[in-house]
């Protein structure tokens, strides 16, 4: 479907992230912070998370962020449980966190019902805090994103990877973090002006895509393989730097394309040498890095936390994958096939 002339509705949005995520610090910060103290104070032994699509991208983001700053783990239930499989659940006691743009699904109402029959600390962190979703639970998160109408999450996914940070941040009692949050819209201006029009022309026609990362950036790379998918019609597939040697490695060769994000962590190495075996086959492969410059590398930006960077880089990646969309002839805004709201049980 070949758009009209003018900006996309989702390209208008993505322009938009930083006045979104300036507004949500000052409507909702602090409803963050304290839900985050409280999870300091109740010091739980496990945490859980539902969602679906780009939200359950934000979630495994936040268990990242958990597990590797607090060591608690975090489990992310397939609402289905609760929804197909009916079954009653052991959570009292458990911070349950449910993550949805809408808020609209069965699934999702029906699990944190059941979740909070069961005694768990049930929340939910949406962009519409009238939804059914945020009826089902005890305490409400506001995404604070504004309207989104383009169909491809943008705005409302880095709504949550904020809101899920800034979590983190009181929980951790880390105020650098949350500077870094209070600093992030300019950070994520900048991250606007990352130019990755040289892997234009080679994602026109990429063949078979990967898309790899580890630890907090492993939840950008799955987004970013999904809006490949719903914006451009290409088939990319998301795999940890780890795994991705494990089984997938095998497909590699030169009719493969890979975006590798890279994150100034203790998985950099891994990523890195996951990109050498790649490189070894032929594939081509482009880094997204904020610490190196040169052929098929794509520019990032590096926040105030390192915990942040992976925001600003699928910010960058947001911008990109929309122009890739309108080279092909696409309308990124009415994927085929998709609906806004999107209703499973």
Known sequence: MTIMPGPTRMKSEILSVPQVVAGQMDAS??????????????DPNLVVTCARGSSDHAATYFKYLVEICLGVPVASIGPSVSSVYRTRWKLEGTPVIA????????????????????????????????SPLARAT??????????????????????SLVALAAIM?????????TEALRALPDDLDRALTCDWSAALERFRNPGSVFVTARGPGLGIANEAAL?????????????????????????????????????????REGIEGGVARLRETGSTVFTVD???????????????????????????FY???????????????????????????
């Not at 910060?29 to 109740?42: C, E």
């Not at 941040?169 to 973090?177: E, N």
């Not at 610490?291 to 960058?316: C, F, M, N, Y």
């Open 29 to 42: 910060l602090d409803a963050y912070l304290a839900f985050g103290n409280r999870l300091a104070s109740l």
């Open 99 to 130: 993550i949805s743009q809408s808020g609209g699904s069965d699934d999702l109402r029906l699990f944190m019902e059941a979740a909070t029959r069961s005694g768990a600390i049930s929340v939910s962190l949406t962009n519409d805090v009238a």
């Open 138 to 159: 005890d305490t409400v998160l506001d995404m604070s994103a504004g309207p989104e109408l383009a169909v491809a999450a943008t705005k409302t996914y880095i709504a």
């Open 169 to 177: 941040a009181g929980w951790s009692r880390d105020p650098s973090m």
């Open 227 to 267: 809006k490949f998918k719903e914006t451009c019609l290409i088939r990319a597939e998301a795999f940890s730097a780890a795994e991705m040697i494990h089984g997938p490695l095998a497909l590699s060769g030169p009719s493969l394309t890979a975006l590798a994000f890279l994150t100034d962590d203790g998985g």
């Open 290 to 316: 904020n610490e190196k410059t040169g052929a098929h590398v794509l520019p990032s930006v590096k926040t105030g936390h390192r915990l942040l960077d992976p925001i600003a880089q699928i910010l960058s």
């Open 319 to 345: 911008l990109f994958v929309e122009e890739l969309a309108v080279s092909l002839g696409l309308n990124p805004d009415a994927p085929q096939h998709l609906n806004k709201v999107t209703v499973t049980r």
